[in-house]
């Protein structure tokens, strides 16, 4: 309790009949607070407080933060703490200053400067020309009683309000979204002249100053349906409000509380709801019926070119850089290049095998599906074959040696498998610098102290060559004075009684 609540409160208890120490027991509260407003009226509070002002850590600060709010409406309790930081060297708490400068503001009547976004009214788009597409998650409860995360893409043709959707469990790629365009051409009955869409990954890599680079699915569908792109400025969904609210009646009123069994379920579910009520219904803004004003914007629309190969969603996936494919929460191999050749195959599930082919129809190979999740599925041929380039250099550098190393050779490559190519490296340096014999010199060194290593033939070829450089100089042993007394070093003998006397010692203590 602060202020005037403790005072009313402390008056209240007076009117009851307590007593000034019943009174601070029952408000728990210091008894001298209750005897200074035992008595005291409501007018004498109030000039009490308009009086007496607490002191405040930033009243130091005053004149300071007052120009600086006049000059500045617009800064905020944070800019304001940091300035103090920066000039003062002041390291008040943002909850002081934000209090503070909220004071001011009230006191003072300094509002801040807001400098609103203006919008205006867009004029309806002529039949035919516009549809919108954007993107939407949400996490349903399945059958299990878990949650599954459902992904959406919504299409919204901008003059008739005339919606398609289509929903999956996994995030979209960009040949998902093509096919997704797809199927809404077949919806609507015929294409658009334009589509408008967000800087998304999986449409735009980038917005490059207007000369915009697609991915290359999107720009292969971009050529085929000679479709005009508008990408969305970054950060800046309100230029598309229109599939924005879209997307959020999807969430709002078709996907909540709603039950995730399968993506063919959910979908059959969608397409109902669009026929009866997302299209079916008057819109807010028009004040038409999607579904009627539609039937007059269908024949605007541009036909759909019947020599398009739709792929379809189950059989259609992606190559990813490190030459695999996704199936069932699997990484599945391809042949090494495929995916410079071709970045899409078909996949063909079939009693328990996966073959995967090009576009074309052309086999690529087949795998055995796995029943577990997150698993690498490769087959041998599949690898880069490292094995042979390395037969190949220990081949070479065993023909320079004479082949009179082999059994040396293949001791590095069974000691040290993983550095094998590395070993045979240095000793191709070693065969160029120095000539073969001193090379084989070195290798007999290392394989009689059975030291399997090109470093130790290094170090052997190096000490040599230091040894023939600058050699050791000899000592001639014939010049020592043998009449010096200190080459001539005798040791002290016991003579044999003293041992006989020790002997004799511990026989007689036993």
Request: proline share 4%; net charge neutral; aromatic share 10%.
């Amino acid at each position: 309790m602060k202020g005037y609540s403790v005072y009313n409160a402390i008056k209240q208890l007076k009117d009851q009949g307590f007593k000034k120490a019943q009174a601070a027991r029952q408000l728990d509260i210091n008894r001298r607070t209750v005897d200074r407003y035992w008595n005291m009226s409501v007018e004498d509070y109030e000039a009490m407080k308009s009086d007496v002002r607490r002191k405040q850590a930033l009243d130091e600060y005053h004149k300071v933060i007052l120009n600086w709010l006049t000059e500045y409406p617009s800064i905020s309790s944070a800019q304001v703490c940091d300035w103090l930081k920066e000039y003062y060297g002041e390291n008040f708490s943002e909850r002081t200053v934000s209090r503070y400068v909220k004071e001011l503001r009230n006191e003072f009547n300094i509002r801040k400067i807001k400098n609103p976004r203006t919008y205006e009214a867009v004029p309806e788009l002529p039949m035919g020309r516009q549809v919108q597409v954007d993107f939407g998650e949400m996490n349903l409860k399945n059958a299990s009683g878990g949650y599954t995360k459902v992904y959406c893409v919504a299409f919204l043709l901008s003059r008739s309000r005339y919606k398609y959707a289509e929903l999956q469990s996994r995030p979209y790629t960009a040949s998902d979204l093509v096919r997704a365009c797809y199927h809404s051409f077949s919806y609507f009955g015929g294409m658009p002249i334009e589509m408008v869409f967000d800087q998304d990954s999986i449409v735009c890599v980038s917005e490059n100053g207007g000369d915009i680079v697609y991915t290359y699915e999107f720009e292969k569908f971009r050529q085929e349906c000679n479709m005009n792109i508008y990408m969305c400025r970054g950060a800046d969904p309100e230029s598309k409000g229109k599939i924005e609210s879209t997307v959020k009646y999807i969430k709002g009123n078709f996907l909540a509380n709603r039950i995730y069994i399968d993506d063919a379920t959910l979908n059959n579910s969608c397409i109902k709801w669009l026929e009866r009520t997302a299209n079916a219904k008057v819109h807010g803004t028009t004040k038409l019926i999607p579904r009627a004003v539609f039937e007059e914007e269908c024949e605007t629309l541009r036909p759909i070119y019947n020599g398009i190969n739709i792929p379809d969603a189950n059989t259609c996936r992606t190559v990813r850089k490190d030459n695999t494919i996704i199936y069932e929460s699997n990484r599945y191999s391809v042949p090494l290049g495929t995916y410079n050749t071709h970045k899409e195959v078909i996949i063909k599930p079939d009693d328990g095998i996966l073959y995967i082919m090009t576009l074309e129809k052309q086999p690529l190979c087949e795998h055995r599906i796995c029943l577990k999740k997150g698993q690498l599925i490769q087959n041998t041929n599949h690898r880069r074959d490292k094995l042979s380039a390395i037969n190949n250099i220990q081949a070479d550098l065993d023909e320079r040696l004479l082949y009179l190393a082999t059994d040396f050779l293949n001791s590095i490559r069974e000691e040290k498998p993983r550095y094998a190519r590395d070993q045979f490296r240095i000793i191709e340096t070693l065969v160029d610098k120095y000539d073969v014999d001193a090379c084989l010199e070195a290798v007999d060194f290392c394989t009689k102290s059975r030291l399997f290593s090109a470093n130790t033939m290094k170090d052997y070829l190096e000490h040599r060559e230091a040894l023939a450089t600058h050699p050791l100089p000899e000592f001639d042993f014939t010049n020592i004075p043998v009449s010096d007394a200190k080459y001539h070093v005798s040791t002290e003998k016991r003579p044999l009684d003293a041992y006989v006397k020790v002997g004799d010692q511990n026989v007689d203590s036993y």
